[in-house]
């Protein structure tokens, strides 16, 4: 992000899990215990949308993502469901949800005996910023503007 020549492609379910043929029509649907596309699949699966977003007059499709595999410099697949860190998680807001329940669950629960404890984290970030690296930075830096403030006043006797 913010690199010339750098693609950054996030693509959620259903959509990531769709195998497509050799016109972009959707033939085959991936899900639990079928075969995992292997990184050059999946940049060929890529290469495939981007020739359609960025067509070249004179030459067809295939020859388009042909093309576009020999501008390829790198890649690098990440898979969510198999990262141990991340086990396919990825938050969202439930049916009936408002941006108030958002704000609310930045709230501190109270303990009686340890003090509060603060939440953070891409899910807990205003609409922005939801579900995103920089609503998780930002929330985690306000949970522990909060923390710091509050050890301030019981250091002080408040």
Sequence with gaps: MGKAGVIVAHVSPPWANWICDKDGTHIEHVCEGSRELDDTEVTRE???VLAKMFPKEGITHTQRVQQLEGQIVDRRITRWHSDPCAMGAYSYMRKGATFEDLAAMRDPEPHPQQGPLFFAGEATAPPESMQ????AFATGR???DRILRL???RERGC
């Design 46 to 48: 890529l290469l495939k």
């Design 132 to 135: 995103c690296v920089h609503g």
């Design 151 to 153: 050890w301030y006043l």
């Design 142 to 144: 306000q949970a522990a």
